[in-house]
T-cell receptor
Framework: AAGVIQSPRHLIKEKRETATLKCYPIPRHDTVYWYQQGPGQDPQFLISFYEKMQSDKGSIPDRFSAQQFSDYHSELNMSSLELGDSALYFC?????????????FGPGTRLTVL | EDQVTQSPEALRLQEGESSSLNCSYTVSGLRGLFWYRQDPGKGPEFLFTLYSAGEEKEKERLKATLTKKESFLHITAPKPEDSATYLCAVQGLGDKLIFGTGTRLQVFP
């Protein structure tokens, strides 16, 4: 079965640079979620989109922004990168209209800020 | 405040030695409790969703149960390939999943 696709899988940036992470949800899924997982920590919710509209917001820094496009893929834009932004970034997707709340996660993008 | 606590933090089992992982939670308006398996450097893999107290679900050697305050993940006759971190998460009134810090399971042959 098709899964969530994330690109790139690995990204190395310098401090103060910008980064763009992409997420392609499972086909027919209409909701996308972004999470950040630091080393040895649990995933922390950043933001979610349903039908291209922001539906919920968590602990996402003002330096980060995200959007969902008409084909349901999503991009997380990160500016003025800091060392503390180094983490695994996961995208998850779900089908809101299914009535079930399962979120299926992608393989993640490992961001390293030097 | 919504919160999830998992215990133990780490668990070492001999192959075939059954055990249980605990997930205690407090949440406003539980919409679902989720169990995931995560291997190092990989994304969480969905295992189960439980929606109401008394519900149980099974998959191979795993069985998840739910009460009003906690959930258990029972592992029967585990194999080395069951070694992973098991994450519990709850969903309340918003979209976000609130995760516990996980239980690192190691199964030795």
């Amino acid at each position: 079965a098709a899964g969530v696709i994330q690109s790139p899988r690995h990204l190395i940036k310098e401090k103060r640079e910008t980064a763009t992470l992409k997420c392609y949800p499972i086909p027919r899924h209409d909701t996308v979620y972004w999470y950040q997982q630091g080393p040895g920590q649990d995933p922390q919710f950043l933001i979610s989109f349903y039908e291209k509209m922001q539906s919920d917001k968590g602990s996402i820094p003002d330096r980060f922004s995200a959007q969902q496009f008409s084909d349901y893929h999503s991009e997380l834009n990160m500016s003025s990168l800091e060392l503390g932004d180094s983490a695994l970034y996961f995208c998850a997707s779900s089908l809101w209209t299914s009535g079930h709340n399962e979120q299926f996660f992608g393989p993640g993008t490992r961001l390293t800020v030097l | 405040e919504d919160q999830v606590t998992q215990s133990p933090e780490a668990l070492r089992l001999q192959e075939g030695e059954s055990s249980s992982l605990n997930c205690s939670y407090t949440v406003s308006g539980l919409r679902g409790l989720f169990w995931y398996r995560q291997d190092p450097g990989k994304g969480p893999e969905f295992l189960f969703t439980l929606y109401s107290a008394g519900e149980e679900k099974e998959k191979e050697r795993l069985k998840a149960t739910l009460t009003k305050k906690e959930s258990f993940l029972h592992i029967t006759a585990p194999k080395p390939e069951d070694s992973a971190t098991y994450l519990c998460a709850v969903q309340g009134l918003g979209d976000k999943l609130i995760f516990g810090t996980g239980t690192r399971l190691q199964v030795f042959p």
